[in-house]
């Protein structure tokens, strides 16, 4: 074999992986890689799945970038180290957390100075790549190699050598032949016309109702982190009428008057927080006046590709959610839940502001709405047409996708004994 670089997504799923001795755990999932500085179920279970999701999902790095960010911004902050790889685009997304490190073109990524995590996306191609969650690690050799599955192992090296798939998937239009000559030579025949190349289609566009975050566009030298605190539409979206109902409404058709107190700088909020959600105030102080107000937005949620939602309106999750009449007639918006996978109902499930709580309800879906609260280590399947309150770091699963509710501040809610 000859010393050969990795040049696209198809070469980085098809080359070989050596593991490293070591306490930790390594998982490839098709073309996503993780490797977690533990062996304890509990904790590498949350990550597992998260990237799990993202390989069912079609494998591109900036879900798993992304994912993993919103995963670590939900999170009580005792993760293990860990580091996730995947393709996207024109290099190999890279996100590490903790003193988990990657070592690749020259550079070492490492999250143990960060206070938060680390992402790259490096360009394509790649000579060569090691990555370790164990400082004590030994390599194996090139005798193990680890296709797929997951494994004990303190980290891993990739063997970056010519194999003929790889060499075959740089033919373009290429067809396959028996290798062996033949053994009696045959008059040349007159030469076929060559094959036409077909020019690859380009990306589709962002669906026009999914902000994208400006910051990270589909062409980018590395990864903007994430923080919930951060993730706001560049302009502020205008509510859209909501259809009368049991509530208040509004002279202009939307519902938003609800019972409410005002801090010392008269900032409305929800009677219940112990500190004003915009300035910080202590609010335990002053005697509580409940008075009518015009709710402002509860905070937003955010997928797994980085789109975030300000809750200032109902919404409807699903594969098809605009199809849907209390989304034609304005009652509520649509958020469409793009899965390969195919497990999202047409209207999966909705998100009802009532009052100061905003309230996941499913739709009686056929594949089920998974919740994940921010201390919790495993999903809950809500029942059949359930419904949960969802508190600041909650995240929600709809096939393998996956979305997170936060306020605008990051901040949980603190809520006054009675």
Sequence with gaps: MTSHSLASAAEW??????????SGTLARLGSVVLLVASTDPAAVAPLLDQAQMVAANGGDGRQLVRGFALQLSSGAGDEPAFAALAPHGNGLAVIVSGNATVTVAGQT???????????????????????????????????YDLRDGVIPAGGFSVSVEETPAMAMSQVVGAVATDPEPAPVPAPSPAPEPTPEVVAPRAPRAPAGDRPVLAAMPDAFASFDSVKLSDLEDDEPVTPLPIVADQRDVGASGVVSEVRGVFCKNRHFNDPRVLFCAVCGIN??????????????????????????????????????????????????????????????????????????DVVLVDNTSTN??????????????????????????TRVRIGHRTLAFNTHGGQSTSVRRR
């Design 13 to 22: 799923s098809a080359t070989s992986f050596a593991p490293h001795a070591g």
């Design 109 to 143: 990524i490492s999250g143990e100075d960060s206070l938060s995590w680390v992402e790259r996306l490096v360009p394509w191609p790649i000579d060569e790549l090691v990555a370790s969650v164990d400082a004590n690690g030994t390599p194996l050799g090139a005798l």
């Design 368 to 393: 089920g709405t998974f919740v994940n609260s921010a201390k919790a280590v495993e999903w809950r399947r809500m029942a059949s047409g359930g419904e949960e309150v969802l508190t600041p770091g």
């Design 283 to 356: 609010m335990v102080q002053q005697t509580p006046v409940l008075v009518n107000g015009e709710r402002p937005p509860l905070g937003v949620v955010v997928l797994d590709d980085g789109a975030v939602f300000q809750l200032d309106t109902d919404y409807l999750l699903g594969r098809d959610p605009s199809g849907d009449d209390r989304v034609r007639q304005g009652a509520c918006r649509g958020i469409s839940i793009i899965d390969t996978s195919h497990l999202v109902s047409r209207v999966h499930a909705r998100l009802e502001l009532r009052g100061w």
